[in-house]
C-alpha cells in the first residue's frame, strides 16, 4: 500500500472532529473521500500531512511510520498536498510559483517540469508570466496543482479539486487527474461532487461526522442508493 491510515483522531482545540477513521491508497490508485461539507473530509487530509496537532493514530506513507514527523518531512518523503483554498503566492508568476514547489527528482517516481505541467494545463503555458493573484479560480486551482507536482510527488492528497469550477474546466481537471494516474501516481480526493469521482475514481471510501461510513468499489457505491441518499444527499 501506498499510503495506510488507521485509527485516526483529530482535534480542534476542545472539539473532536475525526473518530477513529482508516482509509488505504494503493500504488496507482485513484481513491475518493466523500462527504458533505463540513463532514470531515479536510480535516482528514490535513491530518495526514501533519497540519492538525492534536491528532492520535496512525499514518504509514511507503510503509513508514510517519505520524509523527513534521509537515516539511512528510512532504520531502514525497507526500503532495493540494488544500482546498490553494494558498498560491498572489505576486508571484505562474513560473515562480513552481519554482517554490521545486523539489529534487526521486528514484522510482515520475519527475515533473515547468513544460510537462504545461501539457498538462495548457492554460498555464499562455500565462507563464502572469501573477497568480490575476487568475481566475480555475487557473488557480490548475496553478496549486502543478506547484504540488513540480515537488515530484508519488502520492497527492486534492482537497476538493472540483469545487466552484465551471463545467468546462472540471473536464480538463478530470483528464489531468487521469494522466497523472497513466504516469504512476497514487491519489487521493476529496469531493462532495460525486459525478467527478466516479469520472476518476477506483474506490470510495464516505466520511459523515467524522466517521467512516462507506469503503467500496465505485461500482458498489452505484448499487447503493440508500448510502448515498443518506450520507451524500444535499
Do not use: C
Amino acid at each position: 500500500m501506498k499510503l495506510e491510515v488507521s485509527g485516526l483522531n483529530s482535534f480542534y482545540g476542545q472539539a473532536h472532529i475525526l473518530f477513529d477513521v482508516a482509509f488505504e491508497v494503493g500504488e496507482g490508485e485513484v481513491v475518493a473521500l466523500l462527504g458533505r461539507n463540513g463532514a470531515g473530509k479536510s480535516t482528514s487530509f490535513r491530518s495526514v500531512a501533519g497540519l492538525v496537532p492534536q491528532r492520535t493514530g496512525k499514518v504509514v506513507f511507503e510503509g513508514e511510520d510517519v505520524s509523527r514527523l513534521p509537515p516539511y518531512e512528510i512532504a520531502r518523503r514525497g507526500l503532495g498536498y493540494v488544500p482546498e483554498d490553494r494558498r498560491i503566492f498572489t505576486e508571484l508568476t505562474v513560473e515562480e510559483n513552481f519554482e517554490v514547489g521545486r523539489q529534487e527528482p526521486r528514484p522510482g517516481v515520475a519527475t515533473w517540469t515547468p513544460e510537462r505541467i504545461y501539457k498538462l494545463f495548457p492554460n498555464l503555458g499562455e500565462m507563464r508570466k502572469r501573477a497568480g493573484g490575476h487568475m481566475s479560480g480555475g487557473e488557480q486551482q490548475m496553478l496549486t496543482i502543478g506547484r504540488t507536482l513540480m515537488g515530484n510527488p508519488s502520492l497527492v492528497l486534492l482537497d476538493e479539486p472540483s469545487e466552484g469550477l465551471a463545467p468546462k474546466i472540471v473536464e480538463q481537471m478530470a483528464e489531468a487527474i487521469m494522466t497523472m494516474k497513466r504516469e504512476g501516481l497514487s491519489i487521493i480526493i476529496s469531493e462532495q461532487n460525486l459525478h467527478f469521482a466516479k469520472l476518476i475514481s477506483d474506490r470510495a471510501y464516505i466520511i459523515e461526522k467524522g466517521r467512516i461510513r462507506f469503503s467500496g468499489t465505485m461500482g458498489e457505491l452505484e448499487a447503493n442508493p440508500e448510502i448515498r441518499d443518506a450520507y451524500l444527499a444535499v
